[in-house]
């Protein structure tokens, strides 16, 4: 990698930056899901590694939930967008240096910014915890150049329509950063009070919706007609979705304080908002599903068709939970409770990773020219990544609603530690899977690399898996 | 843009993502904006002092840079005695919170009280002032205002603190940055809900409690108390300093973390404190091989477990 940062862009292989942000994200994801499994052990067993500031909870969480979503999220996103434009558009990415260095910057100035925050440099705000110069780093050295790649790259395509990937692409690259700029304002310019609040919030909510929900989707986008060969169903319910985010993924930001003492119109706007959320999400699950159709023996014999399309349906449960969990009748029981850490998991870990990992998947074996190394280790990896996170969902939830119930009931607060006991154990367990299973992916994408057979010129990785 | 759909699609993004962005951010900011500080928002900024998170002044985030919170019954200038006073001492060069740098922040009545009669603006940040939170009437409804102590009697940042004992000197801004850095808000609110929490957590929050303070901490995941009025509870120092050390100490099953690294080095007779032997009696205890745990140190003046105490009692 270090060799094509100053060589001359002519003279870098396309598809270089791609492959450096894939294995980039798959590195991130083993590192980000190892934190989340130490910290889950850390709820389980608190007196497991104590005695050291930066090992304690409070410094490694916020590591591990900026670890996976800047590291392993962003960077799978940062992947797909450097070889799907192009290929959507028929031409060479803008500029494969600038894409070189940007992976490059990503991960220096993450790990950067990383290390500060382990060290206790935060701004004591959820999700833009890291400190203003290095979202500054973030703004200007990880999004505005990948903004700049994708925009140029749509620009100077070789067919004439734009296809829903990228428009979902164009419009989040350019969102993210305004975003980020405006999310951190309060750090910039000294917000204070309830405004800094709301603006945390503001930030957070639309990461997730402008940032990882509809590029994860639009990733789904391509892969599923891409691998299944089946046009999409649907570019109607396409233009509906995509219309839809902008619409109604952009205002229930309050919906994140609904106990706060925020303006109660504030609260009620953003609880409506977020149960038309409802739309983008119904569009999108339906258009995929229905895309598959006449394929679907592909959900059982394609691995990225697996990862794919359980990552759809579980935007299912997903947004049931989103729409519904934020109206003021149910948020009063769930709030603050487990419940939303298992419904974070749900978004991130469940709907938006399986979009991720088939996407770099497919990715890596296209532009490597290589078939995936083994077949075996990679169902080995879904199976894990999904027993796992099932079960961190389940036992989550159930601790979630046992602090709810705690909660009115006012159950004095130690009986409901006691009680969450065996599922904060239990979603030890399954955190662990993961990361267990994300390590033997590693291992087979770095041997997809080095041994894994030439996919031959006109073929397609999907169409080999089963040649030997 | 070959096609005159994507110029047409192009304005209506920018129309409808320019919307969104008029109600949830422009809206909601003019609305906030509106809203007076109450007495607890001058309170809350003037004990934590400017920023609770990374600053210029404190950028690992030590404890630098805030100022001391005293109780003082005897007048600094003349000695006389006072009706029991809560006093905000900014030495010189402790960068002023927010709502006294800009008034604005403390809403319309409050800041041109705390300007006119409060004489606010006059305090000078390299002179170091001293603040306390008064309240008057104005057409019948109590308004709180910040008064410069310093300009309008005479109370000057080293007089004042020399009128208070160690036992009535609290760290309360340290103390929120060692909140803020350690996670404490990743298991503890700092937000009664409106719905319920009334008889357990104590009142929820006013729209202006928080005017001024940044960042506000309110976590958003409970696994232990929410703390917002802990010290109205429980306001025993010693069970916070045990509790603190090792939770464990005090309750069998919590999960809570351990902060005896927050003691340093020393207690607060300058002994060095053996963190290797104390775990090991520990854990003889916690086998049942002994009946009593080990003894905690208590925590130095100037160590981070101390300021933590005061931040945590003094959330009332
Ligand atoms: C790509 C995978 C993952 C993503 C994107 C992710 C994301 C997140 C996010 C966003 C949070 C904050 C949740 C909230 O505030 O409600 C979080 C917290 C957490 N995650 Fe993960 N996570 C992932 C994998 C894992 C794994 C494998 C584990 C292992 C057990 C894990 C353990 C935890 C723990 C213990 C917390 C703290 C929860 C709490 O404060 O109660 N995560 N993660």
């Known amino acids: ?468 | 843009m070959a096609f005159r759909e994507y110029k047409v699609g192009a304005r209506m993004f920018g129309l409808a993502f320019g919307s969104s962005m008029f109600i949830t951010l422009y809206m909601p900011a003019v609305d906030i904006a509106s809203v007076s500080a109450t007495t607890t928002a001058m309170e809350r900024q003037l004990a934590f002092g400017r920023v609770g998170g990374f600053s210029y002044e404190d950028p690992f985030l030590r404890g630098h840079g805030k100022p001391v919170t005293v109780d003082i019954v005897l007048d600094p200038k003349t000695g006389a005695a006072i009706e029991p006073t809560r006093a905000y001492v900014y030495t010189p060069e402790i960068p002023f919170p927010n709502g006294v740098r800009h008034p604005r922040i403390l809403g319309e009545l409050p800041s041109e009280l705390s300007v006119s009669k409060g004489r606010m603006t006059d305090a000078d940040e390299a002179q170091g002032a001293v603040f306390v939170v008064r309240e008057t009437t104005r057409e019948g409804i109590s308004v709180p205002y910040i008064e410069n102590v310093t300009a309008t009697r005479g109370w000057t940042p080293e007089a004042t603190l020399a009128r208070a004992d160690d036992k009535n000197r609290a760290f309360i801004g340290k103390g929120k940055i060692m909140f803020v850095r350690e996670g404490c808000w990743w298991c503890h609110t700092m937000l009664p809900e409106q719905t319920q929490d009334w008889q357990y957590f104590g009142a929820p929050p006013m729209l202006g409690d928080f005017n001024g303070e940044s960042p506000t901490a309110f976590g958003s995941d409970r696994k232990g108390p929410d703390l917002t009025h802990v010290g109205s509870r429980n306001s025993s120092r010693e069970w916070m300093m045990l509790h603190f050390f090792n939770p464990r100490l005090v309750q069998p099953h919590s999960i809570m973390p351990r902060y005896d690294y927050m003691w340093g080095d020393v207690d607060a007779d300058g002994r060095p404190i053996d963190y290797d032997a104390w775990r090991a009696a520990y854990d003889e205890y916690e086998a049942g091989n002994t009946i009593y745990p080990p003894e905690v140190p208590v925590p130095a003046v100037d160590s981070e477990a101390r300021a933590l105490i005061d931040f945590i009692i003094n959330l009332k």
């Open chain 1, 1 to 468: 990698m270090f060799k094509y940062l100053f060589a001359k862009n002519e003279d870098i292989p396309a598809g270089s930056a791609a492959v450096f942000f894939g294995f980039s994200s798959i590195v991130w994801f083993v590192v980000g899901t190892a934190m989340g499994s130490f910290n889950a052990a850390k709820l389980a067993f608190p007196d497991f590694v104590t005695g050291s500031e930066i090992l304690s909870f409070g410094h490694m969480r916020q590591v591990h939930v900026l670890a996976v979503i800047l590291g392993w999220i962003s960077m799978a996103f940062a992947m797909a967008m450097m070889y799907i434009t192009p290929a959507l558009g028929n031409t060479k990415l803008w500029s494969e240096k600038l894409g070189v260095w940007n992976c490059f910057l990503w991960n220096v100035g993450l790990s950067l910014g990383l290390f500060l925050l382990w060290l206790g440099v935060t701004s004591g705000r959820e999700y833009s915890d890291l400190p203003w110069p290095i979202d500054i780093v973030v703004i200007i050295g990880l999004l505005v150049p990948l903004g700049i790649n994708v925009w140029m790259t749509i620009k100077t395509r070789r067919v004439q329509g734009i296809y829903t990937t990228n428009w979902f692409f164009a419009a989040a690259t350019f969102m993210v950063v305004i975003v980020f700029t405006v999310g951190n304002a309060p750090e910039f310019f000294q917000l204070t009070g309830l405004t800094e609040a709301y603006l945390t919030w503001w930030f957070a909510h639309n990461v997730l919706g402008l940032w990882i929900t509809p590029v994860a989707a639009a990733i789904a986008y391509y892969v599923v007609p891409k691998v299944t060969g089946n046009p999409l169903y649907s570019h109607r319910i396409g233009h509906l979705h995509f219309w839809s985010v902008v619409v109604f993924y952009s205002t229930p930001a309050a919906h994140h304080l609904m106990s706060a003492p925020l303006p109660e119109w504030l609260k009620s706007f953003a609880s409506v908002e977020g149960v038309l959320i409802l739309v983008p999400a119904i569009a999108f699950v339906s258009n995929l599903l229905l895309t598959m159709t006449g394929k679907w023996r592909m959900f059982v014999e394609n691995i990225e068709i697996k990862f794919t399309i359980t990552g759809v349906m579980m935007a299912i449960p997903l947004n049931m939970q989103g729409g519904f969990q934020q109206t003021r009748a149910i948020n009063w029981y769930v709030h603050g409770t487990g419940w939303m850490v298992a419904h974070a998991h749900l978004a991130l870990l469940g709907f938006s990773t399986f979009l991720e990992a088939a996407a770099v998947y497919y990715g890596l074996q296209t532009l490597l020219r290589r078939k995936l190394y083994s077949l075996g280790l990679a169902n080995f990896h879904f199976w894990m990544l999904l027993i796992g996170f099932t079960t961190y969902w389940v036992s989550m939830t159930i601790a979630g609603l046992i602090q709810g119930a705690g909660k009115i009931y006012e159950v004095p607060y130690i009986d409901v530690v006691i009680a969450e006991h065996p599922y904060m154990i239990a979603r030890w367990v399954g955190g662990t899977m993961v990361f267990l299973g994300n390590c033997v992916w590693l291992y087979n994408m770095w041997m997809t690399a080095r041994a894994g057979t030439v996919i031959p010129a006109g073929r397609l990785p999907h169409e080999l898996a089963y040649e030997r």
